[in-house]
């Protein structure tokens, strides 16, 4: 049975960091590239971030270039999102995803971010 679990999101104040969490089962982890996604209330499910299936290529969207950095950890099968100088405008569910580069064939709960003072 494939599960993707996210964890760490919180309510933060502008400015400050968050550290999230996907863990992984049911499936070849090291073979798939793993995203983070968001989805403000609203709006439509965007990209985050991208790692490829041996951590080393990334890519991460413009909105969050800079501040946020994607890794994984193929042991312990885990990715994870590190937010740094967060903004009311990070403030969604933040999801992960595994899949091709192009795909996306399993999905997280989800997990929620919110940065208010």
């Known amino acids: 049975q494939v599960q993707l679990v996210e964890s760490g999101g919180g309510l933060v104040e502008p400015g400050g960091s968050l550290r999230l969490s996907c863990t992984a089962s049911?499936?070849?982890?090291?073979?798939?590239?793993m995203k983070w996604y968001r989805q403000a209330p609203g709006k439509e499910r965007e990209f985050v971030a991208l790692?490829?299936?041996?951590?080393?290529?990334?890519k991460h969207s413009n909105s969050v270039k800079g501040r946020f950095t994607i890794s994984r950890d193929n042991a312990k099968k885990m990715v994870f999102l590190q937010m740094n100088s967060l903004k009311p405008e990070d403030t969604a569910v933040y999801y992960c995803?595994?899949?091709?580069?192009?795909?996306?064939?399993?999905w997280g709960q989800g997990t929620q971010v919110t940065v208010s003072s």
């Open positions: 995803a595994a899949g091709s580069f192009k795909t996306d064939d399993y």
């Open positions: 049911g499936f070849a982890f090291n073979q798939y590239f």
């Open positions: 790692v490829g299936e041996f951590g080393v290529a990334t």
